[in-house]
């Protein structure tokens, strides 16, 4: 470790006598071999927290989605049809903006490919599932070898998975959302109170 700091503040010294004495540098071996693997590092590691960033994103639109549905959607048959034509859209239209999709480097960044949103009403619950389809993450240098050799013992299902996404896209998030059925917000009465 010593020789590894002497090395180095010695390379440090004649750059500094050489940037006195008016000569210009030359180019360390370091950062011409291997800048170019710290940025490949650097990309590869931001495409993988790219997944992290969609499913934390999903998590907060699919809770703004069931949440205004549970707000604004109707108990009465008759505004069934504008909770699936108007209110289901705006709620589409609003979650497609938060996640990225009209926007053209967020949606990259984030390998989105397709997303819907699904209402199912039930006599108790409303249960609301976000879907979301990405396309392949575009690390070519890790998808260099078959997932059967990446993926063996005692990496199991979950590296399929992200192998997966990392290299074929095509992969659905899911989140699902439970809220009750209720027509407008009611004022919370204690009781015994009129």
Known sequence: ?????????????????ALKA???????????????????????????FAILVLVQKLE????YAARRWQLESHLSADWANWDETTLKKDIEKNVRGYLGFETPAVSKFLNLKDMKIEVVRTQVWNVITLTVTTNPAGV?????YPKQAVCTYPYGAACMNGHDYLCQGGKQLEVIKYVPNRDRPIQF????LK
């Open 22 to 48: 008016g000569r210009s540098g030359q180019a360390m071996t370091e950062v011409v071999l291997l800048f170019p693997l710290f940025l490949v590092i650097v990309f590869m590691t931001a495409k993988i």
């Open 140 to 144: 070519k240098i890790l998808c260099k």
């Open 60 to 63: 907060i639109a699919s809770y």
């Open 189 to 192: 009465v204690l009781p015994g």
């Open 1 to 17: 470790m010593r020789i590894a700091f002497r090395a180095i503040y010695g390379r440090l010294a004649r750059a500094s006598a």
